[in-house]
């Protein structure tokens, strides 16, 4: 069974502060997908990695998928309240559907 | 630019009643995947369609069925309904099949609440 780790559960920061994501796993996806959901509503895809130690910019947020295509990361420089919701990491497998992390909680104060 | 369209937003029954869920995938998306999310909780992939037929499986309780029909809207039947179906019901719908590099877009999702 394939299980995706995402760390930490949740996260309380200041304005213009930096953070960072993770998202293990034991085993290898064909890609790695972030979301991120708003309470009440679906998850909004930010971004797709698919090759191993592929680096993505968005804005303020990088990602990352790690060589081996077993984790990733977000990293989001100068966070602003704007960025506040639930990140969620999501592995692909081959047969298309997506093994979701638990989330990450981000909170960030004016 | 037209999303994923699910239906109802809000539903509320019985226990041991019958909901029917309905999504209607982004006009050209010939796969569907309903997932399910209970409150905290990460989603939970049910099943999927491709081309009309059931493509993979995954924790769906035999209570519930799908199919996607020739227009490629999906829907989602739940029987004999109990106090743990509560939870978000989402429907994504993606261009290709065994091709995860795409991303999957999302419906809004239905909340249903079983009392």
């Known amino acids: 069974t394939q299980l995706l780790e995402q760390s930490p559960q949740f996260l309380s920061i200041q304005e213009g502060e930096n953070l960072t994501v993770y998202c293990n796993s034991s085993?290898?996806?064909?890609?790695l997908q972030w979301y991120r959901q708003e309470p009440g509503e679906g998850p909004v895809l930010l971004v797709t990695?698919?090759?191993?130690?592929e680096v993505k910019k968005l804005k303020r947020l990088t990602f990352q998928f790690g060589d081996a295509r077993k984790d990733s990361s977000l990293h989001i420089t100068a966070a602003q309240p704007g960025d506040t919701g639930l990140y969620l990491c999501?592995?692909?497998?081959?047969?298309?559907?997506?093994?979701f992390g638990q989330g990450t909680e981000l909170s960030v104060k004016p | 630019a037209a999303g994923v369209i699910q239906s109802p937003r809000h539903l509320i029954k019985e226990k041991r009643e019958t909901a029917t869920l309905k999504c209607y995938p982004i006009?050209?998306?010939?796969?569907v995947y309903w997932y399910q999310q209970g409150p905290g909780q990460d989603p939970q992939f049910l099943i999927s369609?491709?081309?009309?037929?059931?493509?993979d499986k995954g924790s769906i309780p035999d209570r519930f069925s799908a199919q996607q029909f020739s227009d490629y809207h999906s829907e989602l039947n739940m029987s004999s309904l109990e106090l743990g179906d509560s939870a978000l019901y989402f429907c994504?719908?993606?261009?290709?099949?065994?091709?995860?590099?795409?991303?999957?877009?999302f419906g809004s999702g239905t909340r249903l609440t079983v009392v």
């Open positions: 369609f491709y081309e009309k037929m059931q493509s």
């Open positions: 006009p050209r998306h010939d796969t």
């Open positions: 990695v698919v090759t191993g130690g």
């Open positions: 994504a719908s993606s261009p290709i099949l065994l091709t995860p590099n795409y991303g999957y877009t």
């Open positions: 085993s290898v996806f064909s890609s």
């Open positions: 999501a592995g692909g497998d081959q047969g298309g559907k997506l093994i």
